[in-house]
């Protein structure tokens, strides 16, 4: 069993900072890409943010320059640094990751439960 745990959103100001962790936990056998997704209600789930297993980055036009991904993969965990957030970036964050489980010979997506970010004005 592979699941994904979210931590580090809440409410702040916009110009605030907020460090969001997602730890994979389970019978993994490895890991390859991770991210973090964003959704808003009534929206399609958009990318913010993957990293390769290698450190390799990219981001979505909306947060370069201001979120940085990255990982530590001894601890199976990514992370979504995010400075100078703005309203509009209050939405919904879900984790990602491409596992292939211990029991498995091929990779699958998991997400994590999501967690609020709130950026007040």
Known sequence: QVQLVESGGGLVQAGGSL?????????????????????????????????????SANYADSVKGRFTISRDNAKNTVYLQMISLKPEDTDVYYCNANIRPI???????????GTQVTVSS
């Open 103 to 113: 029991s498995a010979s091929y990779y699958r997506a998991y997400w994590g439960q």
């Open 19 to 55: 460090r969001l962790s997602c730890a994979a936990s389970g019978s993994i056998f490895s890991i390859n890409a991770m991210g973090w997704y964003r959704q808003a209600p009534g929206k399609e789930r958009e990318l913010v943010a993957a990293i390769t297993s290698g450190g």
